[in-house]
């Protein structure tokens, strides 16, 4: 089994950033890629960004150019970085860890999930 613990969510004025960590712990030597997906009320969940044990990098179209997704294996943990954001950034986020490799494995590929964090852009 694997654990997963978000943190770093909150209250953001619009144009401003957070940066979310989800840690992991238990069979982690499993675990290939690592994901950041949310939904948001009355919205289907969607894929934020996806990074895989090599470093390959995918993201939601969203998302481009505005949120980064890094892992450092040595402390088991995953970041997304988010800057300029909107409205329509607020959502609960989720950490997602797969055993597959893709760097972009649907959402059934994923095995574990965290609680989730909120993230709430508002003026």
């Known amino acids: 089994q694997v654990q997963l613990v978000e943190s770093g969510g909150g209250l953001v004025q619009p144009g401003g950033s957070l940066r979310l960590s989800c840690a992991a712990s238990g069979s982690i030597s499993s675990i290939n890629t690592m994901g950041w997906y949310r939904q948001a009320p009355g919205k289907q969940r969607e894929l934020v960004a996806a990074i895989n044990s090599g470093g390959s990098t995918n993201y939601g179209d969203s998302v481009k150019g505005r949120f980064t997704i890094s892992r450092d294996n040595a402390k088991n943990t995953v970041y997304l970085q988010m800057n300029s954001l909107k409205p329509e950034d607020t959502a609960v986020y989720y950490c997602?860890?797969?055993?597959?490799?893709?760097?972009?494995?649907?959402?059934?590929?994923?095995?574990?999930w965290g609680q989730g964090t909120q993230v709430t852009v508002s003026s």
């Open positions: 997602a860890a797969s055993r597959s490799e893709a760097t972009m494995p649907p959402e059934s590929w994923y095995n574990y």
